[in-house]
């Protein structure tokens, strides 16, 4: 085979180990994200380290964070997590730590935004947390400064009832009987805390959310397992003529006490 004089092998050879390498570098950085900071006007960048001299007891364990390895482009002092959530922070220093020359995510949720775009619509659904109202912010329930950013994941489950239990301090318990939800899928099994269409946050609507792990046994009358569904329920007699077929497992005080019971194993008051 004859090459082109423009491209003998020893470019082939060179192009191939520079294509190789650029595939490496992007694998090796696949798991940071580059960001357009809040704008500042008139401040530049001056990397974590100077953040430090202040900030220590924030920055001491930010290397452990989900949000360090959020990197911005052509940044040249160094690791720049602190200002890509904050803001360019040259003008803070200078002034010795005003607010005003600072973004505080706490106050302005769209500082999340930026990256979780997904989430603004959520809150905008008409039950959700009011974050966009101002009552909480994205840090009142995310570690965005140290560790795994959303509490509770695996063998940690427990943490992230507790963020929730909070401020739900009447689902805290502990109960004698509690909903096998809350313990092995947390209170996410049955509520999305960014917002949804159903009332109370509910990841579906009415006797369906329950049915999505309840069919595990069928009622008497049911040929299967496979035959529970809505439509068994009420045609069984299981709380017929209840408030179930308006579309409420909860209701009719049957059971009310879905979070747990110290009085009851099937959660009536």
């Known amino acids: 085979m004859t090459l082109h004089p423009r491209w003998n092998k020893t470019t082939l050879i060179i192009g191939g180990t520079a294509l190789w390498g650029l595939v490496l570098i992007g694998c090796m950085a696949a798991n940071r994200s580059v960001v357009a900071p809040p704008f500042i006007a008139g401040a530049e960048f001056v990397g974590n380290n100077k953040c430090s001299e202040c900030h220590s007891d924030i920055t001491k364990n930010f290397s452990t964070a989900t949000h360090n390895r959020i990197v911005l482009a052509n940044a040249s002092v160094g690791s720049t997590g602190c200002e890509s959530c904050h803001g360019a922070g040259s003008l803070h220093v200078a002034i010795g730590g005003s607010k005003g020359t600072i973004v505080n995510p706490r106050r302005s949720p769209e500082t999340c935004f930026q990256c979780h775009l997904d989430k603004r619509g959520q809150f905008s659904l008409p039950n959700s947390h009011p974050v966009l109202a101002g009552k909480i912010s994205c840090a009142d329930c995310h570690d965005v400064h140290e560790g795994n950013a959303i509490r509770g994941t695996g063998a940690a489950l427990e943490r992230m009832n507790d963020t929730c239990t909070r401020c739900h301090i009447a689902q805290k318990g502990p109960f004698a009987f509690e909903h ?90």
């Open 180 to 269: 096998n939800a809350i313990k092995e899928g947390g209170c996410v099994a049955c509520h999305n805390p960014h917002g949804t269409v159903n009332q109370r946050m509910l990841v579906a609507r009415d006797q369906n959310l329950c049915l999505r792990c309840h069919l595990e046994s069928p009622v008497p009358g049911a040929a299967s397992v496979g035959q529970l569904n809505a439509n068994t329920i009420l045609q069984t007699g299981h709380a017929h003529n209840s408030d179930i077929q308006r579309g409420a497992c909860w209701s009719a005080a049957c059971h009310e006490a879905m979070h747990g019971s110290n009085a009851d194993n099937l959660f009536r008051r």
